[in-house]
């Protein structure tokens, strides 16, 4: 009885283990770490197991047949059945990698599985070269570092100078800023001067010297009159417009004498008012008209009169001499103040439009604004000044072309840039041949030296530089393989919702 028992219960202990071990370490495509993720689940006395984003539940030995079951691709992790699913090559010896399902037995030896695991059909031989590539990838992580540590020195340098400049021009800005206020200061002083000045130069005007003396003066009467009667007029229409507002605005209900006695009067006055107006418009218009035919009539009596100069030197004495030399030094010396403000001015300007010029996150790029690098291609040598201008320039006849001007920093997530610095829009350039304007895309990566090392052109006169500069050089970062890894692993880890509960 105590044996047959045993035997009934083996099953059940043997499931347990089967839970407990997790998938078959064997099963291919599934990184160790995932293995738990394939254990089977004993459903009905059969070994069951549900896809990773729960949709279904599916045979065990379904995983792996080469027929995609799961929506989520995850019962195929190592056949090329769903396209949206991913293979993991062990890459003894390197570093793992995962690829995407499609590559798998394609007759193609994929770089990312060195181990060759990707191609088991036969059809392919891929030899195990991770060793090998192991070593490569050490020598050219060892001389990425050594340029990515020689890169933050000259990038710190950078800043460094980029800090002395911006401290400069603050420096200056407060300097020139303390002249203007003083020079203000000094201008008003002059202004005031000068007015007195003027003021007396025209209260002293030797005028009664000169034969056309009388025309002159009453020529300067005259024009003063009509700008008393002109003010005149303006008084007159205010108390117009005062009065009109009152007769139409006062309580009608209350009987105010003196309101009444004024718009009895406004009612009299402005019957005549427009007339009386018209006239004396026409009569100022008939003074200016006659004034000015006067004058001229006066000075063609005698050509010779008519040269005669307001002021006569001769005719002045030494005080009136004096008292229009420093007239016309104040005025000189006003005159040149307040063009040296307005320079003065625009330097601060220029100097506050520095300042808030966008030159990266500590202005890292300051210091190498308008430095050139140039690429030699073969056909055409390539240059681009930093936040300046690209050019293609032929190696036959020298000829060049504009590529473009800085427009914007233009990184983004989608074009695999950390932030908008590592990459720079130039844009405008020459216009191509039934074509659009030439652009420039330079896509920085750290370096020790801000050089190009690559030229292409995806799209017709768009062109790609790939570029090393220290201004974007940050602490050591994955080495791009294991970097792949671990993105691909959380891609992996978002894609199929694990299974917390095992």
């Not at 993720?37 to 045979?59: F, R, V």
């Not at 970062?477 to 792949?484: A, F, G, Q, V």
Request: glycine letters at 4%.
């Amino acid at each position: 009885m105590v044996k047959s028992t045993l035997l009934l219960s083996l099953p059940c202990v043997l499931a347990a283990v089967t839970l407990v071990r997790g998938a078959n370490p064997s099963m291919r495509g599934i990184s160790p770490e995932h293995y738990d993720l394939y254990a089977p689940l004993l459903q009905n006395g059969e070994s069951t197991w549900k896809c990773l984003d729960k949709s279904k539940t599916i045979h065990y030995s379904a995983i792996n047949d080469d027929y995609c079951d799961c929506p989520d691709g995850s019962d195929e992790p190592g056949t090329s059945a769903c396209p949206n699913s991913l293979f993991y090559c062990e890459n003894k010896d390197h570093i793992p990698a995962y690829i995407k399902s499609f590559a798998v037995n394609d007759g193609v030896c994929d770089q990312s599985c060195c181990d060759g695991s990707d191609e088991f059909n036969g059809l392919t031989s891929c030899p195990n070269i991770c060793k090998q590539v192991s070593i490569e990838f050490k020598k050219y992580q060892a001389e990425l570092n050594n340029i990515q540590s020689v890169g933050i020195l000259a990038k710190q340098k950078l800043l460094d100078a980029a800090e002395v400049i911006a401290e400069g021009w603050l420096q200056e800005k407060a300097v020139i800023q303390q002249e203007i206020d003083f020079k203000y200061a000094d201008l008003d002083n002059l202004k005031r001067e000068l007015e007195i000045l003027e003021k007396a130069q025209i209260k002293h005007t030797p005028i009664e010297k000169f034969d056309n003396a009388k025309t002159i003066k009453q020529a300067r009467k005259i024009a003063l009159l009509q700008r008393h009667i002109l003010g005149l007029q303006d008084d007159i229409d205010v108390l117009v417009s005062i009065l009109h507002d009152l007769k139409n605005d006062h309580n009608h209900n209350y009987h105010d004498m003196a309101v009444k006695s004024a718009i009895s009067g406004y009612d009299e006055f402005i019957e005549t008012y427009e007339d009386y107006k018209t006239t004396i418009e026409k009569d100022l218009a008939d003074i200016e008209d006659s004034s000015e035919d006067f004058i001229t009539d006066e000075y063609e009596v005698d050509e010779a009169e008519a040269d005669v100069p307001e002021n006569s030197e001769d005719e002045l004495s030494s005080e009136d001499v004096a008292a229009k030399e420093a007239l016309e030094s104040t005025r000189k010396a006003y005159d040149d103040l307040n063009s040296d403000i307005s320079n003065q001015e625009q330097k601060l300007e220029n100097i506050n439009e520095e300042l808030s010029k966008d030159y990266g996150h500590n202005r890292e790029w300051l210091t190498l604004k308008d430095v050139c690098v140039e690429k030699n291609e073969g056909e055409y040598t390539y240059s681009l000044c930093i936040l300046g201008t690209a050019y293609q320039k032929s190696n036959k006849d020298s000829s060049r072309t504009n590529l473009g001007r800085f427009e914007k920093f233009a990184g983004t997530v989608e074009s695999g840039a950390k932030d908008r610095y590592h990459e720079h829009l130039h844009s405008h350039g020459t216009r191509c041949w039934n074509g659009p304007e030439r652009s420039v895309r330079a896509f920085f990566e750290c370096g020790a030296e801000t050089e190009i090392l690559e030229v292409s052109e995806p799209e017709k006169c768009e062109y790609h530089f790939r570029m090393r500069s220290p201004a974007v050089c940050e602490t050591p970062h994955i080495p791009s393989e294991d970097k792949d890894v671990k993105l691909a692993e959380g891609e992996v880890e978002e894609r199929l919702h694990l299974h917390e509960e095992l």
